[in-house]
């Protein structure tokens, strides 16, 4: 989409018999914005394209002339990659998709994206309201409906069963397992659910079922899951102990057993198998293994080797995905700042004394 906007935007340029120097000066702006635009680094600002549309001598519509795949190109990459979606920018893009229902051909592409585009303004929503909940604390630290606030805000833990149960979740997927009895991933979700309830007699039947259809390192996950869940934790950690040793090369097993180990804090040992499943994924690689880890340092107050670990999955992102900016970038970098101020803080005794 930058490519065919850029190439579009030059060319009129060119017609026009305009440079890039005079096109910016009517436009206000820098000839270097120009030059990114038609050299398919960035696109314009929506909020420019008014006045960019009069001076070129087209519409708005003329002057992108996009296709319906690039219009869910650009949507798709807004969700991925901006931190805050603008008013103009989410209303366009939950107009065009509603306007697109009726295509069969793209009608569950469109579903998907309205469901990640609200899930975006959701997360928005949330983290301003993290942000004025902490305030609100600050100056009324023992009024309930803050903290409360900022645990909805952080979906963070409600400790009362009748709020925190997933019984609507369990029930959707107990029907939509045996409609898609093909799809592996859908037993899965409904066993995730069913072992964070206590539901463990239930959660069992359907690992066997799981297992029928897709054998592998997932039985012995699970089924070490379960047996935590049941109070049974030597027999989960055997469990996991038997899935790395049957499945020595799958990433995806050491990384699990990671996690498993991080949520009973034994962290040597999860940094240990994180670290095996990140050396044993293929490129291009995920950052998740590098962020648990990450996190681990974080909690131990190693904040130097959290630091490290996070300008390894900027690096990662830059040479595996070819992603040098936008949101998730800009989150890592986020992230970075503030341990630095908890490593200033951790050192600053030590350099007064």
């Excluded at 001598?57 to 795949?69: C, K, P, Q, R, S």
């Excluded at 899965?188 to 066997?208: F, P």
């Amino acid at each position: 989409m930058i490519i065919e906007i850029g190439k579009k935007i030059k060319a009129l340029r060119v017609q026009k018999g305009m440079t890039q120097e005079e096109l910016a000066a009517k436009l206000n702006m820098s000839s270097q914005a120009i030059s990114k635009w038609e050299n398919k680094v960035t696109m314009p600002d929506i909020q420019i394209l008014p006045n960019l549309s009069v001076i070129l001598g087209v519409t708005i519509d003329e002057l992108f002339a996009l296709t319906d795949d690039l219009h869910l190109e650009r949507i798709e990459n807004m969700i991925s990659n901006e931190h805050f979606i603008s008013k103009d920018d989410f209303n366009y893009a939950e107009q065009f998709l509603k306007e697109r229902l009726n295509d069969e051909k793209r009608q569950s592409q469109c579903l998907t994206l309205l469901a990640e585009l609200h899930i975006h303004r959701s997360d928005e929503h949330r983290e301003l309201a993290s942000h004025y909940a902490k305030d609100a604390l600050i100056l009324d630290p023992n009024k309930k409906r803050n903290h409360n606030a900022l645990r909805d805000a952080e979906n963070g833990v409600i400790f009362d069963w009748n709020f925190s149960n997933h019984h609507k979740l369990i029930e959707y997927y107990k029907h939509f397992v045996p409609n898609h009895p093909a799809y592996w991933r859908g037993y899965v979700w409904l066993m995730n659910y069913l072992i964070a309830d206590g539901r463990c007699a239930e959660a069992k039947e359907i690992l066997e079922r799981l297992n029928q259809i897709r054998p592998g390192y997932l039985y012995q996950l699970y089924g070490g899951l379960i047996c935590k869940e049941d109070s049974n934790l030597p027999q989960a950690l055997a469990l996991w102990e038997q899935m790395t040793e049957r499945y020595p090369h799958e990433w995806l097993a050491w990384s699990s057993r990671g996690n498993c180990m991080a949520k009973l804090c034994r962290y040597d040992e999860a940094i240990e198998y994180y670290s095996k499943g990140y050396e044993l994924q293929p490129n291009p690689k995920y950052t998740d293994s590098l962020e648990a880890i990450s996190h681990i340092y974080e909690i131990q107050g190693k904040y130097d080797k959290a630091i490290e670990k996070l300008q390894e999955i900027i690096a990662l992102l830059e040479k595996d995905w070819k992603i040098t900016e936008g949101k998730t970038v800009d989150f890592y970098k986020g992230e970075i700042e503030n341990l630095k101020i908890m490593l200033n803080k951790q050192t600053l005794p030590k350099k007064m004394a």
